[in-house]
């Protein structure tokens, strides 16, 4: 059975909202300063709205994870962007790893050497449960491949 | 894990199960001697020490530890060492019994990179290399 897994990374929502505000505060400092200080409950209100909302859709467009398994294969979408699917088969071990930023991932290594993390932490995953999980995908792939 | 920590390097990647030829080590971790923090850290890591890429395995074994077994740990460790280009190694073998003849063939390893320690859990006694490395490590490891 297919599992889906995907979390509000707060960090990335963040950050797309500062993207949006960042220009609608710029604007503010190009409008006369009266109709600015007459209406700057009003900008604040509606620069903080326009900020969350398409900054949602931007988080959602670039930034949201989304982490897909099942018995076989694995995928890892970031936003609407970006996809790579992969084969439990194309990898045999596994290690958990730190990113040089300080977070856990699941790094799969292939045979010829080559690697690939799964963001287990901004998945907000516990990287010492997923672990047994994934070596038990990784070894029954593996079992499968031989047959 | 129980009891105090000390630091010995900045170990970001570890496995379990770790194969190596024919031999499979309960756990492996690896890591450097430069740790990554932000400005201060980093600048007096980098003054102060040396950027080794270091390992330590694990070995346990509900088994008796003899000649035989150490002569396939201890190449394969070194072969590993090399692989993945680690200047310090630990390797600690865990059984429940411990030949005295292997107790001397580790005392006697005198590679200055491995630190080579034994604990038999049938005693608690732990028998480490005489190397500088395996003398500092007697240190940290509690039984």
Same mark, same amino acid.
């Given at each position: 059975?297919?599992?889906?897994?995907?979390?509000?990374? /707060?960090t990335?929502?963040?950050?797309?909202?500062f993207?949006v505000?960042?220009?609608?505060?710029?604007?503010?400092f190009?409008?006369?300063? #009266?109709?600015?200080?007459q209406?700057?409950?009003?900008?604040?209100?509606?620069?903080?709205?326009?900020?969350? +909302?398409?900054g949602?859709?931007l988080?959602?467009? $670039?930034y =949201?994870?989304?982490?897909? /398994?099942?018995e076989?294969?694995?995928?890892?979408?970031?936003?609407?962007v #970006?996809e790579? @699917? $992969?084969s439990?088969?194309?990898? #045999?071990?596994?290690?958990?790893?730190?990113?040089? $930023?300080?977070?856990?991932?699941?790094?799969?290594?292939?045979?010829?050497?080559?690697?690939m993390d799964i963001?287990?932490e901004?998945?907000?995953?516990?990287?010492?449960?997923?672990?047994?999980?994934?070596?038990?995908?990784l070894?029954?792939? @593996?079992?499968?491949?031989?047959? | 894990m129980?009891?105090?920590?000390?630091?010995? +390097?900045?170990?970001?990647?570890?496995f379990?199960?770790?194969?190596?030829?024919?031999?499979?080590?309960?756990?492996?971790? =690896?890591?450097?001697?430069?740790?990554k923090?932000?400005?201060l850290?980093?600048?007096?890591?980098?003054?102060?020490?040396?950027? $080794?890429?270091?390992g330590?395995?694990?070995?346990?074994?509900?088994?008796?530890?003899?000649?035989?077994?150490l002569r396939?740990?201890?190449?394969?460790t070194? @072969?590993s060492?090399? +692989?993945?280009?680690?200047?310090?190694?630990?390797?600690?073998?865990i059984?429940?019994?411990i030949?005295?003849?292997?107790k001397?063939l580790?005392?006697k390893?005198?590679?200055?990179?491995?630190?080579?320690?034994?604990? #038999?859990?049938?005693?608690?006694?732990?028998?480490?290399s005489k190397?500088?490395?395996?003398?500092?490590?007697?240190?940290?490891?509690?039984v």
């Open positions: 059975m297919e599992q889906v897994v995907q979390r509000v990374s /707060y990335g929502l963040l950050k797309a909202c993207i505000f960042l220009p609608q505060l710029a604007l503010t190009f409008a006369p300063s #009266e109709f600015v200080i209406y700057r409950f009003v900008i604040v209100a509606v620069n903080l709205i326009v900020s969350g +909302a398409l949602w859709k988080y959602k467009h $670039y =949201h994870l989304v982490f897909t /398994y099942d076989d294969k694995f995928s890892l979408r970031k936003g609407t #970006e790579r @699917s $992969y439990w088969a194309d990898f #045999e071990k596994l290690s958990i790893a730190s990113s040089d $930023y300080g977070e856990f991932v699941i790094r799969l290594y292939t045979r010829d050497g080559g690697k963001p287990v901004k998945l907000k995953l516990d990287p010492f449960t997923l672990r047994p999980e994934v070596n038990r995908l070894a029954r792939a @593996s079992q499968a491949s031989m047959r | 129980k009891g105090k920590a000390r630091w010995l +390097a900045n170990f970001n990647e570890s379990e199960n770790y194969r190596v030829n024919d031999v499979t080590f309960d756990i492996f971790i =690896h890591g450097n001697t430069r740790v923090g932000f400005l850290s980093r600048f007096f890591s980098y003054i102060a020490n040396p950027a $080794y890429e270091v330590c395995y694990l070995y346990a074994s509900e088994r008796r530890l003899n000649r035989s077994i396939k740990i201890v190449p394969t070194k @072969s060492m090399d +692989a993945n280009e680690m200047k310090w190694c630990w390797l600690i073998m059984a429940d019994q030949d005295n003849e292997v001397d580790i005392e390893i005198s590679d200055r990179g491995l630190a080579a320690i034994a604990v #038999e859990t049938h005693t608690g006694m732990i028998t480490n190397n500088f490395l395996g003398r500092q490590a007697r240190k940290f490891v509690k």
